[in-house]
C-alpha cells in the first residue's frame, strides 16, 4: 500500500522569501514521487519527479525536492517565492514495481499564499 | 506537440442522465489515466488504460466506465448520474507504464444538478 501526507493545507509566505511545503509518504516498495502544481482552473502541471536517481532533484521554475528515505520524506523547497507561485502543490507517490507503477496517489494538496 | 486535450471543458447535466468525457492524449502516449477531483476527496484515481485494456480500476461504482481507442483516445463514462459525481475531471498520459510521469489535461468541469 502506498499513501501521502502533506503536511501543511495552507502555507503562506511573502514574496522573496524561502518557500517550504512538506511532504512524507508511506510504501511498501521503492517509491516513485513527483511534485504537481495546479493554477485556478488548470489541469496539473509536473513540477518534478524522483525515480531512485539522485536523492536531490531539480525541477522547474527554481523549485527542488530532496527525497530521505530514513524520514521517508520528500520537502519541496524554492529559495525564494514569486507572486506567480502561488498555486494548490501535490506531493504524489507511485510504485516502482510489481506492475502497480500506473496508479498515482495523491496527497490532499497545500495551498501556498505569496504575499507582495 | 500538443498536449492532452480534453473535451468538453465543462458540462452541466441532470441528475439520472449519462455522460461520457473525452480524452486525446499525447501524441505517442500509450497510456490514459482517469482522475476525479473534487473539494471533499481531492484526487483519486478512477482507471488506467493501456493498449486499448483496462489495466486497473479506483474504487469507483460500476456506473463509471471506459474505454481506449486504438488512437490511445480515450473515453470515460458516468451513468445514472448523482449530485456527488460533480467534479473536475481529469485525464493524464504517460509513454509507457513506467514512471516517467504523467501529463495532465485541463479536465472537464462536471456539474450535476
Known sequence: AQSVTQLDSHVSVSEGTPVLLRCNYSSSYSPSLFWYVQHPNKGLQLLLKYTSAATLVKGINGFEAEFKKSETSFHLTKPSAHMSDAAEYFCVVTLNSGGSNYKLTFGKGTLLTVNP | ?113
Open chain 2, 1 to 113: 506537440k500538443a498536449g492532452v486535450t480534453q473535451t468538453p471543458r465543462y458540462l452541466i447535466k441532470t441528475r439520472g442522465q449519462q455522460v461520457t468525457l473525452s480524452c486525446s492524449p499525447i501524441s505517442g502516449h500509450r497510456s490514459v489515466s482517469w482522475y476525479q477531483q473534487t473539494p471533499g476527496q481531492g484526487l483519486q484515481f478512477l482507471f488506467e488504460y493501456f493498449s486499448e485494456t483496462q489495466r486497473n480500476k479506483g474504487n469507483f461504482p460500476g456506473r463509471f466506465s471506459g474505454r481506449q481507442f486504438s488512437n490511445s483516445r480515450s473515453e470515460m463514462n458516468v451513468s445514472t448520474l448523482e449530485l456527488g459525481d460533480s467534479a473536475l475531471y481529469l485525464c493524464a498520459s504517460s509513454p509507457s507504464r513506467l514512471n516517467y510521469g504523467y501529463t495532465f489535461g485541463s479536465g472537464t468541469r462536471l456539474t450535476v444538478v
